[in-house]
């Protein structure tokens, strides 16, 4: 079975600031790896994802994460914070294309001015 | 590209209504959609899968006769929520996975999502 955990439901950061959301999974095969963000009543957009490929993932809006397969992690970073980077961030696992997403709990994150 | 749309985007109804969901693909063919469910300030629970012109598999505690999935079409399934109740209220999510066509087959593409109240 999978399993993903977000550490921290709520991160609060300053403009411009460094941007560290934490994601731990459970996996009994290689994994898929994906993030997601959502704003206020909307659905989930992509951030970017891993499928076995680069360690180092680069996706929309300046974020990235890594793959570390002996940590069991995959963090999502971005240098600097935004006003409009504040959202609902998700870390998910699949064993496969076909097979459904598992999330976290999620972290919401806020970000002062 | 890859767009998925949710119709509508918001429903009130009343208890004992059925309310159906419509999740579309707009610009590539779905061979599976995925119907999430997320209740306030929590994440998404995985309902059930549908795959085109195939039953759909349920969760465990998922009610199949109540949340009746069709998958009618590559770029059309439909959620329908028969007697809703109270409890019933969430927001709805699906998402669609792109065919062997299409490069990405391994990304899951997201509706807006229905907010569904019932009163």
């Known amino acids: 079975a999978q399993s993903v955990t977000q550490l921290g439901s709520h991160v609060s950061v300053s403009e411009g600031a460094l941007v560290l959301l934490r994601c731990n999974y459970s996996s009994s095969v290689p994994p898929y790896l994906f993030w997601y963000v959502q704003y206020p009543n909307q659905g989930l957009q992509l951030l970017l994802k891993y499928t076995s490929a680069a360690t180092l993932v680069k996706g929309i809006n300046g974020f990235e994460a890594e793959f570390k397969k002996s940590e069991t992690s995959f963090h999502l970073t971005k240098p600097s914070a935004h006003m409009s980077d504040a959202a609902e961030y998700f870390c998910a696992v699949s064993l496969s294309g076909n097979t459904p997403l598992v999330f976290g709990k999620g972290t919401r994150l806020s970000v002062i001015a | 590209g890859a767009v998925v749309s949710q119709h509508p985007s918001w429903v009130i109804c009343k208890s004992g209504t059925s309310v159906k969901i419509e999740c579309r693909s707009l610009d590539f063919q779905a061979t599976t959609m995925f119907w999430y469910r997320q209740f306030p300030k929590q994440s998404l629970m995985l309902m059930a899968t549908?795959?085109?012109?195939?039953?759909?598999?349920?969760e465990q505690g998922v009610e199949k006769d109540k949340f009746l999935i069709n998958h009618a079409s590559l770029t059309l399934s439909t959620l329908t929520v028969t007697s809703a109740h109270p409890e019933d209220s969430s927001f709805y999510i699906c998402?669609?996975?792109?065919?062997?066509?299409?490069?990405?087959?391994?990304?899951?593409?997201f509706g807006p999502g229905t907010r569904l109240t019932v009163l």
């Open positions: 998402s669609a996975r792109a065919s062997k066509k299409w490069r990405e087959t391994d990304t899951q593409y």
């Open positions: 549908s795959n085109e012109g195939s039953k759909a598999t349920y």
